[in-house]
């Protein structure tokens, strides 16, 4: 089994910052990708940001400038800076990682619990 354990979330004005950090744990051999989606009220899950294991990022369109995707690599490890925040940004963040057990074999995605982000006066 794999965990994802996020953490960071938290109530934040208009303009300012936040970073989130998952970190993964258990029977791992490797993560190809870790990335971050969102999920506000009433709303679809979107992609806000992934990395893959060599270094390769992609940025939802509402993100792309504000937010930046990183991540260490040997602590299975991924950060999301997140500047300028606006009250649209508000939603609850999961952290998601595409793992491979052992050397060879197909990957398998994994979901954290969720980190609530809130942007308000």
């Known amino acids: 089994q794999v965990q994802l354990v996020e953490s960071g979330g938290g109530l934040v004005q208009p303009g300012g910052s936040l970073r989130l950090s998952c970190v993964a744990s258990g029977s791992i051999y490797s993560i190809d990708r870790m990335g971050w989606y969102r999920q506000g009220p009433r709303k679809q899950r979107e992609l806000v940001a992934d990395?893959?294991?060599?270094?390769?990022?992609a940025y939802g369109d509402s993100v792309k400038g504000r937010f930046t995707i990183s991540r260490q690599h040997a602590k299975n490890t991924v950060y999301l800076q997140m500047n300028s925040l606006k009250p649209e940004d508000t939603a609850v963040y999961y952290c998601n990682a595409e793992v491979r057990h052992f050397r060879g074999w197909d990957l398998t995605g994994y979901w954290g619990q969720g980190t609530q982000v809130t942007v308000s006066s």
């Open positions: 990395i893959t294991s060599g270094g390769s990022t």
